[in-house]
């Protein structure tokens, strides 16, 4: 069974920083790959950062530079940590991960419930 909870959410002001939390528990699997999502509100999900296995990332450009994500394998968790914070980074963040057993095998988690970031102007 697979579980996979995002945290860290909040209200904070522009210019301000939050740190999400993406923890996932599988058991016989570990995180191979991740990426941080977003909805605001009347808009599409968006990819805004990923990590692979080999910890290299990617970034969407409207958040290069002030997110930044990472992983710590102990805790099969994954981080973004927002700095410089504006209100246009409003929205519901959820992660999603491909995850991989010891012998290869593969399985994608489902959507999480998401954590509300609101930046006020």
């Known amino acids: 069974q697979v579980h996979l909870v995002e945290s860290g959410g909040g209200l904070v002001q522009a210019g301000g920083s939050l740190r999400l939390s993406c923890a996932v528990s599988a058991s016989f699997f570990s995180i191979y790959t991740t990426g941080w999502y977003r909805q605001a509100p009347g808009k599409q999900r968006e990819l805004v950062a990923s990590?692979?296995?080999?910890?290299?990332?990617n970034y969407a450009d409207s958040v290069k530079g002030r997110f930044t994500i990472s992983r710590d394998n102990a805790k099969n968790t994954v981080y973004l940590q927002m700095n410089g914070l504006k209100p246009e980074d409003t929205a519901v963040y959820y992660c999603n991960s491909l995850l991989r057993a010891k012998n290869g095998q593969t399985i994608s988690t489902s959507w999480g419930q998401g954590t509300q970031v609101t930046v006020s102007s």
């Open positions: 990590i692979s296995s080999g910890s290299n990332t």
